[in-house]
């Protein structure tokens, strides 16, 4: 059986600039140099381990709210107050939470940029 690893999460926008900007200054995400390849400008954007490929591709709107499909991507932060304050400092919309689960973790989401959701997670 084939073993796996999760590669990255792609983020399309109509403002690169922006998208990369906001995972920055919320999370202080870095950043490789954009380049340029069909039309789109790409920048590969680093929250830890996570990689998010942030793209200016041609796209349609999306509600934010539940649906099928990938709905959101949770985060791990080993200081969760520290990470709701510089949320909430940089003015980013907390949508839920902060909510302490009866899983043991404690949990709130926040809009990112194009109504991309994100979980912050910490185990508690």
Known sequence: MPTYTLNHLHHETRDVDSAVAFYQKVFGAAS?????????TWVRVHLGDVAIMVTNRPCTDNALGRYQGLDHFGVM?????????????????IWFGPTKLDTGMRIAFVSGPDNVKIELMEKV
């Not at 490789?32 to 789109?40: D, L, M, Q």
Request: glycine content about 12%; proline content about 8%; aromatic content about 8%.
């Open 32 to 40: 490789e140099p954009p380049f340029e390849r069909g039309g789109a």
């Open 77 to 93: 932060t080993d200081d969760f107050e520290a990470t709701i304050a510089a949320i909430q400092k940089e003015g980013a919309h």
